[in-house]
């Protein structure tokens, strides 16, 4: 008990963080604004919380009926927006659809944030477009390095005291070794990825969360939380051991 005690308040700041109505791990910081439509698998999810507040997180198109996201985003109800890119200005290739399910993952511990991932079955299937497609994800055995640069994309807040961004944005980051993270006390490299080198001013924050860690045009993570101010590594959730239950849920539903 002796040691977690000790992080008690740091544990409690990044519990804050995640809260659904902060829109969990945030915007895009030191980031570049996205050519318009080059990351036709985002989704901008609008989220009516369980104590009825608005919030936004990211996600990702999978399959025409299935998004994935973050668990800690879940809510009341939740729309996906494909096709946006200023989520402020509605386009004609915007693709706005309801959610009927959420699968939040069976192992997810709000407490600690492990398993921090989640399916959204779309209620009408989304119709693949120069503007909407999808993105491909690893196999179980990948099993993704510290060292790569990897990019993280979402409409997140781009600075502290900045509201979130009108449009996407994103960032290279590099993967770091778990020794980074070890100011998360429930960090777990096996299912986890650390992510963001701790000398640079580069990170996800409030309103990514939920969005995709992408290596080589392939969804490695999921953005799941981070301090709270902003100081990387965050972490991300490693999809690659989530890969057999995606497909299961895939094929089941």
Known sequence: MGSITGKMPALLLWLVFLLPAEAGAGEIISGTESKPHSRPYMAHLEIITEHGDVASCGGFLISQEFVVTAAHCQGRKITVTLGAH?????????Q???VTKQIIH?????????????LLKLQTKAKLTHAVGTVSLPTRSTFIQPGRVCRATGWGKTGLQKPGSDTLREVKLRLMNAKACEYYPFYNYNLQICVGN????K?????DSGGPL????????VVSYGRVDAKPPAVFTRISPYVPWINKILKRE
Do not use: H
């Open 106 to 118: 069976p192992k997810y511990n709000p407490f600690t944030d492990l398993n921090d991932i989640m």
């Open 96 to 98: 706005k659809l309801e």
């Open 198 to 201: 701790p000398r640079k001013r």
């Open 214 to 221: 992408l290596c080589a045009g392939v969804a490695q993570g």
């Open 86 to 94: 200023n989520v402020k200005e509605e386009e004609s290739t915007w």
């Open 203 to 207: 990170s996800a924050y409030k309103g």
